[in-house]
């Protein structure tokens, strides 16, 4: 999926969060709670169930393009301001961008940005399921506050 198909996916949401440290340190831990979150049992049993196109944990790290965790691949990595996952499986084809921005002197803001298409009817229930329920959006800021926590640690 390259860059012009990533972005005519529909928006989904957008979630934000300033970090009191500077942006190498939020994209190190960004990665760190990316291979945390997705790298276990569950996110492969998980990416294996829904038919994910990337099932596994591979590649460099720190995360770089081709790299890829259970559920996405790495589309593109600019250490220190933006970090594009992208997948598919049966029910929806999606991306994951993570961008870094100055906020002040030794903050940086961390926003996650959603785009997914969800097609037929399957891909409709799934939606309801996954964003309807509010999960994802749960499951996205329990992540940015992961990275705020563990790089307000490391300051």
Known sequence: MDAAV????????EHTTVVAAD?????RELGEVLDRSFGGGR????????????????????LSQGATIPGFRVA?????????LIGRHHFST?????????AGPGRTRLRAETRARFPGPAGALYRQLVIGT??????????????RRRADRKR
């Not at 990533?6 to 949401?13: G, I, K, T, Y």
């Not at 996110?43 to 720190?62: E, F, M, W």
């Not at 593109?76 to 594009?84: I, K, R, T």
Request: hydrophobic fraction near 50%; proline fraction near 6%.
């Open 6 to 13: 990533r972005l005519s996916l529909p928006f989904v949401d």
């Open 23 to 27: 942006a190498g340190v939020v994209w």
């Open 43 to 62: 996110a492969a049993g998980y990416a294996t169930l829904v038919g994910c196109a990337d099932r596994t944990a591979s590649g460099p790290r720190p």
């Open 76 to 84: 593109s990595a600019v250490p220190g301001a933006e970090l594009v």
């Open 94 to 102: 999606y991306a994951l961008i993570f961008r870094l921005d100055g």
């Open 134 to 147: 509010g999960g994802h959006a749960l499951g996205v800021r329990r992540m940015l506050t992961a990275v």
